[in-house]
């Protein structure tokens, strides 16, 4: 099977997969095994143990994230790519936050966070008298910890900041990487909602607001706004837009919470404790004289969601809340 790989393949493998003397053949059916024990019966682990490798893994037509490729099978059996956590206004949450974040990242898994709720700085801080350092100095508490930590001893961590729009550190928030060397293991997006882009459109103010008690704090230009916005991601690739309103729109389950953030790459919007468990089809593969092969292609869809559905079973997630909150929607 490993004539499947190429070089450049292999070496991946090899620097970040392979354990304890294992052949690619051997990770191939260590994964349908492991994740095949979400199944029911001994007689259906046995059936789709062999289907998994047979028609999914071992032709390499479909695979799995990293976490589950790296993990599956093995005591530290954590198999998701990446998590959303709740961050609330309040140190304890913050910092439980941190502690999440980082047995998240050593399990092998990536963070989102939406700092939405964090008081603008210079906000006073009644337990203590003092004033509020802003979203963007505890993103660095997040970063600092990101880097002392490494994903299952085999890759850097990486986290999504969000903020919204309407945040009164949000232009600060938006060159918070613009010199390149801040916040390098962060990812960040702009919570841009659906009354953000019509004031672009019809060039209005925009107003920031405090996140506690409603009211504004400053007017701007929203055109000029958002050219900064694409100035900054010109520059440095950061900041992206999570268009927030758009995604709750088409949230299945929206009796369980509203969209805040997303994984580090952004391709999925989470609820608090969920994770992505993400797979990828090679399409290629069902492509003969340009013509697809639908009925080779439904047949691995449907497999490869029965993978998935299976590795939601069979994960060993590092905190119970992820645990109950996945089991719950089962979102892959």
């Not at 964090?118 to 009644?126: E, N, Q």
Request: aromatic share 8%; net charge negative; hydrophobic share 35%.
């Amino acid at each position: 099977m490993s004539t499947l790989f190429t070089p450049n393949a292999l070496n991946v493998l090899n620097r970040r997969y392979l354990t304890d003397g294992e052949t690619p053949e051997e990770l191939q059916q260590r994964i349908a095994r492991g994740v095949a024990r979400g199944e029911e019966t001994d007689n259906a682990y046995e059936s789709y143990a062999h289907r998994f490798l047979d028609e999914l893994i071992s032709p390499l037509v479909f695979l799995p994230n990293s976490p589950t490729i790296g993990n599956a099978g093995k005591k530290m059996a954590q198999l998701s790519a990446c998590f959303v956590l709740p961050v609330e206004d309040n140190m304890t949450s913050i910092f439980d936050a941190v502690k999440n974040t980082a047995r998240i990242h050593q399990s092998g898994g990536g963070t989102g966070f939406a700092f939405s709720r964090l008081r603008p700085t210079g906000m006073k801080v009644r337990t203590t008298n003092g004033v509020s350092s802003g979203p963007v100095s505890f993103m660095e508490v997040f970063d600092k910890a990101t880097e002392v930590v490494k994903q299952g001893g085999t890759r850097r961590g990486a986290n999504m900041g969000i903020l919204s729009a309407s945040h009164p550190d949000i232009l600060q928030f938006i060159q918070c990487k613009s010199d390149m060397v801040s916040l390098q293991n962060f990812n960040i997006s702009v919570a841009a909602n659906d009354n953000f882009m019509e004031s672009v459109i019809h060039d209005e103010d925009w107003s920031l607001t405090d996140p506690h008690t409603g009211e504004v704090t400053s007017t701007i230009s929203a055109v000029e706004f958002f050219d900064s916005i694409t100035d900054e991601a010109y520059r440095n690739g950061d900041p992206g837009l999570f268009f927030i309103d758009r995604a709750n729109r088409d949230n299945p389950i929206p009796h369980l919470g509203s969209y805040e953030a997303t994984n580090p790459c952004g391709e999925e919007p989470l609820l608090a404790y969920e994770s992505c468990t993400l797979g990828s089809i090679d399409v290629s593969k069902f492509v003969s004289n340009g013509t697809i092969r639908w009925g080779d292609l439904s047949r691995v869809v449907l497999l490869s969601v029965r993978f998935l559905d299976n590795v939601v079973t069979v994960n060993r997630f590092p905190i119970e809340a992820l645990a109950v909150m996945n089991r719950r929607t089962r979102k892959i």
